[in-house]
T-cell receptor, first 115, second 115 residues
Framework: NAGVTQTPKFQVLKTGQSMTLQCAQDMNHEYMSWYRQDPGMGLRLIHYSVGAGITDQGEVPNGYNVSRSTTEDFPLRLLSAAPSQTSVYFC??????????????FGEGSRLTVL | AQTVTQSQPEMSVQEAETVTLSCTYDTSENNYYLFWYKQPPSRQMILVIRQEAYKQQNATENRFSVNFQKAAKSFSLKISDSQLGDTAMYFCAFMKLGNNNDMRFGAGTRLTVKP
């Protein structure tokens, strides 16, 4: 059972570099989202998508871009990494509409360090 | 915007005893879900228990139960017969019913179960 798969698990960047965190789910979930987790602040929503071709901003979107070309994939792009983006990133998905229990299914997280 | 507050950054409990983790939230919505997620050292986010706001009966899952007080906007988690494997970060989360599945988290409570 693959569920939500994130890659890479760990990444070290230098300030100003760009990178993409990949997220894929095999549960045919319409809703996908990205969170960042920082000590003492819980998980904060970066961006989310309610379906292919639709994305929107969450609480902390600055410095991040997303796209949703397919139902399965929802990559998160850092165009010019900053030390403030050092964090653990989680991708999550859930079903919408009928049968939605509200439960978010999470990937295993990606630890990003920006030097 | 909805906010979730966990006022206990850290707690500890002796194995086999009972512990209660607190959570309060602020919302003007009437229909929503509340959740407790567990994050062990593996970093994986695991759903512990879920409560629909329209249900008056408190949710239970084996050793885990909640005390949901809708008027007071309180949602505490009780863990009975604590086990060493319960050692983890616990996050309280809120999700309103609607077009998206925007879930908001508290800052978390680190629980240590002592042998």
């Amino acid at each position: 059972n693959a569920g939500v798969t994130q890659t890479p698990k760990f990444q070290v960047l230098k300030t100003g570099q760009s990178m993409t965190l990949q997220c894929a789910q095999d549960m045919n979930h319409e809703y996908m989202s990205w969170y960042r987790q920082d000590p003492g602040m819980g998980l904060r929503l970066i961006h989310y998508s309610v379906g292919a071709g639709i994305t929107d901003q969450g609480e902390v979107p600055n410095g991040y871009n997303v796209s949703r070309s397919t139902t399965e994939d929802f990559p998160l792009r850092l165009l010019s990494a900053a030390p403030s983006q050092t964090s653990v990133y989680f991708c999550a998905s859930t079903q919408r509409g009928w049968g939605n229990t509200g439960e978010l299914f999470f990937g295993e997280g990606s630890r990003l360090t920006v030097l | 915007a909805q906010t979730v507050t966990q006022s206990q950054p850290e707690m500890s409990v002796q194995e086999a005893e009972t512990v209660t983790l607190s959570c309060t939230y602020d919302t003007s919505e009437n229909n929503y879900y509340l959740f407790w997620y567990k994050q062990p050292p593996s970093r994986q986010m695991i759903l512990v228990i879920r409560q629909e706001a329209y249900k008056q009966q408190n949710a239970t899952e084996n050793r885990f139960s909640v005390n949901f007080q809708k008027a007071a906007k309180s949602f505490s988690l009780k863990i009975s017969d604590s086990q060493l494997g319960d050692t983890a970060m616990y996050f309280c989360a809120f999700m309103k019913l609607g077009n998206n599945n925007d879930m908001r988290f508290g800052a978390g409570t680190r629980l240590t179960v002592k042998p």
